[in-house]
């Protein structure tokens, strides 16, 4: 079965900090790749994602990632990290070659920041 | 922008009681999701739906559970019986087209 692991459960860091979080997904023929946020009392909300083309996509809030085929990883990155990033980030799958539009989430990394 | 809604935001019910949960999914969106996570767990995929019909359904989603959309906005999830075990957080997500998911708040249930 199609899996997405996130390395990290919790990630603590300081303001202005750089933040990478890990992402690789199970091998299953063509795949979109997601990463979501999910503020404090909110709903997930798009951060960016990868169908094709480049493979460093830029997404909202200076974040970015790089989907890196040879690995099965698409980690998210952002250089100088904000207070208001505190929020849980999931990375997402879409394994469409077998014409499945499901979305197989990673557990989910909690990054708390401190000002 | 357009959302996704979801109502209640918090249910509580007794086991062996039926649910429903309610998602007004974005208005020119043509497919329809549902998914679940157990505190603690992976959020996972329930089922999916377009053209009226399921498109696809997950393990999880068995014969206790339904889909319908009654009208042209709402979209719904029952659970037929409850079991102490659906207590979950149920998101609702839809899209325009087999690309991006655009989730809802989340319906918190718990059944005890």
């Known amino acids: 079965a199609q899996s997405v692991s996130q390395h990290n459960h919790h990630v603590i860091l300081s303001e202005a900090a750089s933040l990478e979080l890990g992402c690789n997904y199970s091998?299953?023929?063509?795949?979109?790749l997601f990463w979501y946020v999910q503020y404090p009392g909110q709903h997930l909300q798009l951060l960016l994602k990868y169908f094709s083309g480049d493979p460093l996509v830029k997404g909202i809030k200076g974040f970015e990632a790089e989907f890196i085929k040879s690995k099965f990883s698409f980690n998210l990155r952002k250089p100088s990290v904000q207070w208001s990033d505190t929020a849980e980030y999931f990375c997402a799958a879409i394994y469409s070659g077998a014409g499945s539009y499901q979305l197989t989430f990673g557990k989910g990394t909690k990054l708390s920041v401190i000002p | 922008e357009p959302e996704v809604t979801q109502t209640p935001s918090h249910q509580v019910t007794q086991m062996g009681q039926e649910v429903i949960l309610r998602c007004v999914p974005i208005s020119n969106h043509l497919y329809f999701y549902w998914y679940r996570q157990i505190l603690g767990q992976k959020v996972e995929f329930l089922v999916s739906?377009?053209?009226?019909?399921?498109?696809?359904k997950s393990e999880i989603f068995d014969d206790q559970f339904s889909v319908e959309r009654p009208d042209g906005s709402n979209f719904t999830l029952k659970i037929r019986s409850t079991k102490l075990e659906d207590s979950a957080m149920y998101f609702c997500a839809s899209s325009y087209s087999t690309d991006t998911q655009y989730f809802g708040p989340g319906t918190r249930l718990t059944v005890l």
């Open positions: 091998y299953g023929g063509t795949v979109n």
């Open positions: 739906f377009y053209n009226n019909e399921i498109s696809e």
